[in-house]
């Protein structure tokens, strides 16, 4: 059997970091063709011979003979094809499979550097989250657009000026440099939003994606254990991750639909994972960094620890949305602290707060904010209403499930006013 998609994107960043060191990063565009076909070589052949025994030093070796082969094709062999046969030697011999003990240590170190490199300070902020989304996630262009809420167009663009400038580099960034703190930021954000597209992003095939949550929290493990990386921030984004991903299991029913959270069977979450992200919370408040992970990852606490739904500590996750909102000012959260509003104040106030969300029309491909308007107008006895918000949201549904979702929720706002719930001539 094939190993999943998570194999494959953990193993492009992977392979991509090794050979840009190797190549250097101004060989960056040659090393992701080399990992694209052999990636795409893989597939082909092991669906034929089946997978190898060691299928991490088996790409290894076929990306480098890659490499040389692409910079023979270059006319440039005399020049890069010696060293970067000389240093991947020193990492795996020449067979596939082979010393595979020796693949870890080094590919991290890699993933790491190559993080950092991204998280140039030529480059804006922005672009070097979609930079390391790109290159180190696997995301495709269109993942990346998504997470930023803007067009494929722009953020295309935006990549490829960073991978310019990313290019005019010599060497991958040290871990040791004196700017590694102020690099740190931009490496968290694009683990977050790593970690956001796999628990509810925007992939037409699935509304959650394990694969995606287990590989942020696979790279968040390598700064976690890298002591310069090891903040409290760090630490909080680690707690955030942990906790979410405890209530994963619960997301999805039975039956492949959708499941709010109110509506989830809480004896799903995983205890171990909300223990660890627990302790990882209290360890990241050891210092006087209050960082916007700390932040998320305390509601995420509250949700987690909270018995019932209606046990929930709904004023202290507002106050937490009020604190995160002046820290990272952005629609999505004011969403969310909306909700959290309707559920201290009731479903009246809910509207009110999503309507006076600043920047909403940076939501208007966002299915949630219809969705949650329209849950909040058929809690406060608006079924009609509710009805057009719930239509608007499924015209934006990205997925089948959540389609799926919206068409009961759709229903039920059918069956209200078919009881005769409000007046006919609202109908």
């Given at each position: 059997?094939?190993?999943?998609?998570?194999?494959?994107?953990?193993?492009?960043?992977?392979?991509?970091?090794?050979?840009?060191?190797?190549?250097?990063?101004?060989?960056?565009?040659?090393?992701?063709?080399?990992?694209?076909?052999?990636?795409?070589?893989?597939?082909?052949?092991?669906?034929?011979?089946?997978?190898?025994?060691?299928?991490?030093?088996?790409?290894?070796?076929?990306?480098?003979?890659?490499?040389?082969?692409?910079?023979?094709?270059?006319?440039?062999?005399?020049?890069?094809?010696?060293?970067?046969?000389?240093?991947?030697?020193?990492?795996?011999?020449?067979?596939?499979?082979?010393?595979?003990?020796?693949?870890?240590?080094?590919?991290?170190?890699?993933?790491?550097?190559?993080?950092?490199?991204?998280?140039?300070?030529?480059?804006?902020?922005?672009?070097?989250?979609?930079?390391?989304?790109?290159?180190?996630?696997?995301?495709?262009?269109?993942?990346?657009?998504?997470?930023?809420?803007?067009?494929?167009?722009?953020?295309?663009?935006?990549?490829?000026?960073?991978?310019?400038?990313?290019?005019?580099?010599?060497?991958?960034?040290?871990?040791?440099?004196?700017?590694?703190?102020?690099?740190?930021g931009a490496v968290h954000r694009a683990l977050y939003l790593l970690f956001s597209e796999g628990y509810h992003g925007?992939?037409?095939?699935?509304?959650?994606?394990?694969?995606?949550?287990?590989?942020?929290?696979?790279?968040?493990?390598?700064?976690?254990?890298?002591?310069?990386?090891?903040?409290?921030?760090?630490?909080?984004?680690?707690?955030?991750?942990?906790?979410?991903?405890?209530?994963?299991?619960?997301?999805?029913?039975?039956?492949?639909?959708?499941?709010?959270?109110?509506?989830?069977?809480?004896?799903?979450?995983?205890?171990?994972?909300?223990?660890?992200?627990?302790?990882?919370?209290?360890?990241?408040?050891?210092?006087?960094?209050?960082s916007e992970y700390h932040l998320e990852a305390g509601i995420a606490a509250m949700h987690a620890t909270s018995p019932?739904?209606?046990?929930?500590?709904?004023?202290?996750?507002?106050?937490?949305?009020?604190?995160?909102?002046?820290?990272?000012?952005?629609?999505?959260?004011?969403?969310?602290?909306?909700?959290?509003?309707?559920?201290?104040?009731?479903?009246?106030?809910?509207?009110?707060?999503?309507?006076?969300?600043?920047?909403?029309?940076?939501?208007?491909?966002?299915?949630?904010?219809?969705?949650?308007?329209?849950?909040?107008?058929?809690?406060?006895?608006?079924?009609?209403?509710?009805?057009?918000?719930?239509?608007?949201?499924?015209?934006?549904?990205?997925?089948?499930?959540?389609?799926?979702?919206?068409?009961?929720?759709?229903?039920?706002?059918?069956?209200?006013?078919?009881?005769?719930?409000?007046?006919?001539?609202?109908?």
């Amino acid at each position: 059997m094939l190993p999943d998609d998570h194999f494959f994107r953990r193993e492009s960043g992977r392979l991509t970091a090794t050979l840009t060191r190797a190549l250097g990063v101004h060989n960056l565009a040659l090393a992701e063709d080399a990992v694209q076909e052999t990636l795409a070589s893989a597939v082909e052949v092991w669906a034929f011979r089946g997978v190898p025994d060691n299928p991490q030093a088996w790409l290894m070796t076929a990306a480098r003979n890659r490499a040389v082969s692409l910079l023979r094709r270059e006319q440039t062999a005399r020049k890069f094809a010696p060293e970067i046969g000389r240093r991947l030697d020193e990492e795996e011999d020449a067979e596939p499979g082979s010393r595979a003990s020796f693949l870890p240590p080094a590919m991290q170190d890699d993933e790491l550097r190559m993080m950092f490199s991204c998280a140039n300070p030529a480059i804006a902020e922005e672009a070097q989250v979609a930079l390391i989304l790109y290159l180190l996630c696997g995301f495709s262009v269109e993942e990346v657009a998504s997470a930023f809420l803007v067009s494929r167009p722009a953020m295309e663009k935006r990549i490829f000026r960073a991978k310019k400038v990313l290019a005019s580099s010599d060497t991958l960034f040290e871990l040791s440099a004196d700017d590694f703190g102020s690099r740190l930021g931009a490496v968290h954000r694009a683990l977050y939003l790593l970690f956001s597209e796999g628990y509810h992003g925007a992939s037409a095939d699935s509304v959650v994606r394990e694969d995606l949550c287990r590989e942020a929290m696979r790279l968040v493990h390598l700064l976690v254990e890298h002591a310069p990386a090891a903040t409290p921030a760090t630490l909080a984004l680690a707690a955030l991750m942990s906790l979410h991903a405890a209530r994963l299991s619960s997301r999805i029913d039975e039956g492949g639909e959708l499941t709010a959270l109110v509506d989830q069977d809480r004896s799903r979450w995983n205890a171990q994972m909300i223990a660890r992200g627990l302790e990882l919370l209290e360890a990241s408040a050891r210092g006087d960094q209050l960082s916007e992970y700390h932040l998320e990852a305390g509601i995420a606490a509250m949700h987690a620890t909270s018995p019932s739904p209606a046990a929930t500590r709904w004023r202290e996750i507002v106050s937490l949305y009020d604190s995160l909102l002046r820290l990272r000012p952005s629609p999505v959260i004011a969403l969310n602290r909306a909700v959290a509003v309707g559920e201290l104040e009731g479903p009246r106030a809910g509207v009110e707060a999503l309507r006076a969300i600043q920047g909403a029309e940076r939501l208007a491909s966002y299915p949630f904010y219809p969705a949650a308007l329209g849950e909040m107008e058929l809690r406060s006895g608006n079924p009609a209403e509710a009805r057009e918000r719930f239509s608007a949201a499924h015209r934006l549904a990205r997925n089948a499930a959540e389609r799926s979702f919206l068409e009961q929720r759709i229903a039920e706002c059918e069956r209200r006013v078919a009881a005769g719930k409000i007046p006919a001539a609202s109908r």
